[in-house]
């Protein structure tokens, strides 16, 4: 009381007084800054075009390849550092190229830069998020991605697709001389989502007559890929209503160049390539179709191995009648992608599009019906092994170059000319009996010399069948005793499901029970009275 009392005794003291004015004051200061951000959000949103680019999209890579390539870069004094072979953007400085790593410049602060005359500015935005693919009960780890944000000064939306337009044509330019592969690595998703194509490698591009083929498949492959992606066919898919893509299936023996023909195709018209092993580990069907859902239109999707993905429904019905007492299904499960997550890639779903899908296999017969019919599969080709008229197109490949840097070279030797050697070569070579992969592996060894190549290669052939029986042999002998070990294992069982048939039955007889589970084991009895297992 006696405090309310002296209230203007206390106001009137001077240091109450400069306290309240320094409240009011700072209360001014703070509401003129907030309003003033509030006025300079606002300024900067109705004049400016912003975009964020996302780490899993390619849009992402033009555009960071595009910031490298600008003068700001050299002024960046803050890089993030990828081996050369784990990412195909970034610079090394003029005076210190051919180093191994590549720099990638890290703008965490706003940086401006000119481009066409205006302002742009560019910041690297790193957010957390938690990988949402790893299971519930398990601590996932914080995901940092980092996206790259651009603001442009004006309020014309026409120049932010200028940009990205250019970023993505000298992106396309630079490789020219080489073709991309997009790969997907499940393990190494810590700092990347899974469902991310987060490998890349760039591979010298490699001319359609680099390949030994007898017939004119891959010029075929190479037309009826062109025509397709001509727009005019798209515009045809559009009226007729049905989905833009294309399916190949490529099936032989390995080594015979189905994944070659693929890289051959996608330089002579310059297509990325986005491979992907359905057998890996951690591929399930979520994660398949978000990764083919990112795929750029115009962009070959490589399956190798299609057959490696899951057991088709032949294999599983044919476990199922092989293991008619368990009643299980045994067969051998290869990865999470189901059969019907593989028809919705090949039927496009998902993809917007303009997706040309090369499948491989070794083991056409193992594929589903499902999987390679009409729509989803339009041309199968067949890859054989070499033919003689292949061999000696190899040969003369290999040799026809001129002589190659290499010690101990005796081209010199050799008066014969390198026709007459290709012909001696395939003339000792026995017709589909060796992959074009096996020949080029001879050649390579004989590099230095075309003579000693076309005289040793019937010895060669000679080592080769008699390795091949040795590995024959012994691969039969151990499936001999491994079939002996399962049918061992096969009899136990039975002798030790008999034995808790009848322990159940003699259970039930001396205190009966109305629960018919006994040992884990869901045992019944049958109409004369013998137990089962069921
Ligand atoms: N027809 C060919 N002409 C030239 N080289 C070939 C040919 N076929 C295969 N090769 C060579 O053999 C190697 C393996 O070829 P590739 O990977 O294309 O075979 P593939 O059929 O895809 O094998 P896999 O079924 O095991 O994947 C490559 O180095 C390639 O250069």
């Not at 300079?40 to 975009?51: G, P, Y």
């Amino acid at each position: 009381m006696a405090s309310l009392i002296n209230i203007p005794k206390l106001l009137a003291s001077s240091a109450v007084r400069d306290s309240i004015q320094l409240f009011l004051l700072g209360a001014i200061v703070e509401s003129f800054r907030r309003l003033s951000q509030w006025v300079m959000d606002r300024l900067s949103f109705d004049s400016s075009v912003t975009a964020r680019f996302e780490p899993q999209d390619p849009a992402h890579e033009w555009v960071t390849s595009f910031l490298a390539e600008q003068s700001l870069w050299r002024a960046t004094r803050d890089f993030d550092v990828f081996s050369k072979f784990s990412k195909k953007i970034g610079k090394t400085p003029a005076n210190l190229e051919g180093l191994n790593a590549a720099y990638i410049p890290r703008w965490t602060a706003p940086h401006l830069l000119k481009w066409r005359g205006r302002l742009i500015q560019v910041q690297h935005i790193t957010s957390e998020t938690r990988n949402q693919w790893w299971g519930e009960q398990q601590q996932s780890p914080t995901l940092c991605v980092t996206s790259v944000f651009i603001l442009l000064f004006t309020r014309d939306m026409a120049v932010l697709c200028a940009l990205v337009e250019e970023a993505r044509n000298r992106y396309l330019a630079s490789r020219s001389a080489k073709i991309t592969v997009h790969t997907h690595r499940a393990a190494d998703n810590f700092g990347i989502p899974r469902s991310t194509w987060n490998a890349v490698a760039t591979l010298p591009k490699r001319p359609l007559n680099c390949l030994a083929f007898d017939n004119d498949v891959v010029d075929s492959l190479l037309a009826d890929v062109r025509e397709f992606l001509r727009p005019e066919t798209e515009e045809w898919y559009r009226i007729v209503g049905i989905s833009y893509h294309r399916g190949f299936l490529l099936w032989g023996s390995p080594g015979t160049g189905k994944t070659s023909t693929v890289q051959a195709i996608a330089g002579e018209l310059s297509l990325e390539v986005y491979s992907l092993t359905l057998s890996s580990s951690n591929m399930d069907d979520g994660q398949l179709q978000n990764l083919v859902s990112i795929i750029p239109p115009r962009s070959i999707l490589l399956l190798e191995d299609i057959d490696c993905a899951f057991p088709s429904r032949e294999e599983v019905r044919s476990t199922q009648i092989h293991e008619p007492a368990t009643g299980s299904i045994a067969a051998p499960k290869k990865s999470e992608v189901t059969l019907s997550g593989l028809l919705n890639v090949l039927d496009g779903v998902g993809n917007e599009g303009g997706l040309v899908v090369f499948a491989t296999t070794n083991y056409p017969e193992r594929l589903d019906a499902a999987l390679s019919r009409p729509g989803r599969i339009d041309r199968k080709i067949e890859y054989r092994l070499a033919s003689r008229a292949q061999a000696r197109a190899l040969f003369t490949k290999f040799f026809s170059h001129g002589k190659p840097k290499v010690s101990g070279s005796d081209y010199s030797l050799s008066d014969l000319p390198i026709s007459l050697l290709a012909d001696s070569f395939a003339s000792s070579l026995p017709e589909f009996e060796f992959s074009t992969a096996q020949l080029q592996g001879y050649l390579l060894g004989h590099r230095s010399s075309p003579q000693t190549a076309a005289n040793d290669v019937a010895s060669w052939v000679t080592a080769e069948r008699s390795d091949r029986l040795r590995e024959e042999t012994r691969r039969q002998s151990t499936q001999h005793s491994r079939s002996a070990e399962h049918a061992a294992a096969m009899a136990e069982n039975r002798a030790s499901s008999a034995g808790v048939a009848s322990l159940s039955e003699n259970h039930q007889l001396e205190t009966p029970d109305p629960s018919p589970k006994t040992l884990g084991l869901d045992v019944g009895s049958s109409s004369d009275g013998v137990a089962q297992v069921v």
